[in-house]
């Protein structure tokens, strides 16, 4: 892949990223906003795991980042697209690193080891599925408090994918379009062959992009991804001062 190609892929992925997090935000009545095509945000605070900002250009100024976000209360986070921004002064610490993963469209499937060969793969079809599909997401039973992920975002474009064994959700996935290509996010267990099989079958001209890091990163790799570029989380663990203005 040329430099050409590469950032173009880049800017791709963290689009489509930008495109899920809103969906997620407005499922929770957010109002997100777009400061022309350099930045996502969300003037309140988004829900958990979901940050605040994304910037979908390089070389966006910490300034633009800052100013549209809440920074008077704690846990503001901005998602840095490129790796290349400095908030240190503004208060925040760096939370994790991970790496762009791209697959192109028509790339050939993964082979299944046996764990993930005997799961039967459907999508989420309605508010109680998906409630189910959330337990099994966070290990829980499903007893717990405010959903993340609400029935509003059962529409077209995004798919919530669940891999069963004996009839219990015990992998899955959401895959999103925005941006010209099919995001993937919140895999969890042996979930790659199914993910990309569903994917491909439902968006078989779109290449597939994410993030990872760490052995995740390894496992995507094997799947068949190329890791194309850095990006940093960073959080604001105390809220002080005020935001700024727009």
Same mark, same amino acid.
């Given at each position: 892949? @040329? ?16 495109? /899920?997090c809103? =969906? ?9 906003? $777009?400061?022309g ?12 795991? $979901?940050?605040?900002a994304?910037? +979908?250009?390089?070389? !966006? ?8 976000? *809440?920074?008077? &209360? ?5 998602? @840095?697209?490129?790796?290349?921004? *400095? #908030?240190?002064?503004d ?11 791209h ?17 039967? /793969? &459907?999508e989420?079809? *309605?508010?109680?599925? +998906? ?30 994918? =669940? ?18 290509? !099919?995001?993937?996010?919140? #895999?969890? %267990? ?12 439902? /968006?078989?001209? +779109? @290449?597939?992009?994410? $993030? ?11 799947? %068949? ?5 850095? #990006?940093? !989380? /960073? #959080? ?11």
């Amino acid at each position: 892949m @040329d430099e050409t190609t590469r950032m173009k892929a880049l800017r791709r992925a963290a689009t489509n990223n930008a495109a /899920w997090c809103e =969906a997620v935000c407005r499922a929770h009545g957010l109002s997100p906003r $777009y400061d022309g095509e350099q930045l996502w945000f969300s003037a309140r605070r988004t829900p958990p795991m $979901y940050p605040d900002a994304v910037t +979908l250009e390089p070389a !966006v100024s910490a300034r633009s980042v800052v100013r549209g976000v *809440d920074i008077a &209360s704690p846990g503001c986070s901005v998602k @840095d697209s490129f790796a290349d921004l *400095d #908030l240190v002064g503004d208060g925040f610490e760096v939370l994790f690193e991970a790496q762009w993963i791209h697959r192109p469209a028509g790339a050939p499937m993964p082979e299944p080891d046996a764990e993930a060969a005997g799961l039967e /793969w &459907s999508e989420v079809a *309605d508010a109680e599925e +998906l409630a189910a599909w959330e337990a099994a997401f966070e290990g829980g039973d499903g007893s717990g408090g405010d959903r993340t992920f609400r029935p509003a975002l059962l529409r077209d474009g995004i798919v919530f994918l =669940a891999g069963r064994a004996d009839g219990r959700i015990v992998a899955g996935a959401v895959a999103s379009t925005g941006g010209g290509v !099919v995001g993937v996010s919140n #895999l969890f %267990g042996p979930a790659w062959p199914g993910v990309l099989g569903a994917v491909c079958a439902r /968006w078989p001209g +779109l @290449d597939v992009v994410g $993030y990872e890091h760490g052995e995740d990163l390894e496992t995507a790799v094997r799947a %068949g991804f190329t890791a194309i570029g850095p #990006l940093r !989380v /960073w #959080l604001r663990p105390n809220g002080t001062g005020t935001v700024l203005a727009q």
